[in-house]
């Protein structure tokens, strides 16, 4: 089983950057996909951004692109996401998953594909 723990949220104004880190124990976050989600208050949660197995081979939300990036140290066994140019609309709790074998597709966005999710980090963006 593979514990994820986030860190890096907090309040931040409009057009700032936040750098979010996914912390795994139990697995090697370089053999799985890996994938940023956000739920923001009466809201769905929803896809954010989303990291290959074993590839730099990525895929972003319409809202993510551009802004956000998502990578992976495997010498720190921690995936990050770096976010810029924050809206008020980013404010949300964001979570990093993993998904391990046996995977069912190369499609980042599916939640129900994730196996292990983080406890989640808050995000407030002031405008």
């Known amino acids: 089983q593979v514990v994820l723990v986030e860190s890096g949220g907090g309040l931040v104004q409009a057009g700032g950057t936040l750098r979010l880190a996914c912390a795994a124990r139990?697995?090697?976050?370089?053999?799985?996909?890996v994938g940023w989600f956000r739920q923001a208050p009466g809201k769905e949660r929803e896809f954010v951004a989303g990291?290959?197995?074993?590839?730099?081979?990525?895929d972003y939300s319409d809202s993510a692109r551009n802004r956000f990036t998502i990578t992976r140290v495997e010498a720190e066994n921690t995936a990050y996401l770096q976010m810029s140019g924050l809206k008020a609309e980013d404010t949300a709790i964001y979570y990093c998953?993993?998904?391990?074998?046996?995977?069912?597709?190369?499609?980042?966005?599916?939640?129900?594909?994730?196996?292990?999710w983080g406890q989640g980090t808050q995000v407030t963006v002031s405008s």
């Open positions: 998953a993993v998904d391990v074998p046996p995977y069912s597709s190369d499609n980042r966005r599916p939640q129900d594909d994730y196996d292990s």
């Open positions: 990291l290959l197995r074993n590839v730099d081979i990525t």
């Open positions: 139990g697995g090697m976050l370089g053999r799985y996909n």
